[in-house]
Nanobody, 119 residues
Framework: QVQLVESGGGLVQPGGSLRLSCAAS????????MGWYRQAPGKQRELVAT???????NYADSVKGRFTISRDNAKNTVYLQMNSLKPEDTAVYSC?????????????WGQGTQVTVSS
């Protein structure tokens, strides 16, 4: 079984910063792409950023220049550094990982962490 555990969410003022972490654990052979998604109240889940195991990144236009995704392959962990946060960044942030186990390749999701940007 594979688990993704997120941490780092919270309440921050506009213009502030937060760093999210997501660690994958369990019967993992390797991890392919990892990413962060978010869902605000009343809205559909949207992609924030993704990163391949080779380090190639992709960002939503709304976060380019403010957010940075990175990963530590040895720890099967993905990070999201969020700077210059805006109220519209308020959402539940969830990590996703495409994981290779002995028997299959599948996408796994974390439980989500709340990020609230408010004064």
């Amino acid at each position: 079984q594979v688990q993704l555990v997120e941490s780092g969410g919270g309440l921050v003022q506009p213009g502030g910063s937060l760093r999210l972490s997501c660690a994958a654990s369990g019967s993992i052979f390797s991890v392919n792409a990892m990413g962060w998604y978010r869902q605000a109240p009343g809205k559909q889940r949207e992609l924030v950023a993704t990163i391949t195991n080779g380090g190639s990144t992709n960002y939503a236009d709304s976060v380019k220049g403010r957010f940075t995704i990175s990963r530590d392959n040895a720890k099967n962990t993905v990070y999201l550094q969020m700077n210059s946060l805006k109220p519209e960044d308020t959402a539940v942030y969830s990590c996703n990982a495409n994981v290779v186990t002995r028997s299959l390749i599948s996408d796994y999701w974390g439980q989500g962490t709340q990020v609230t940007v408010s004064s």
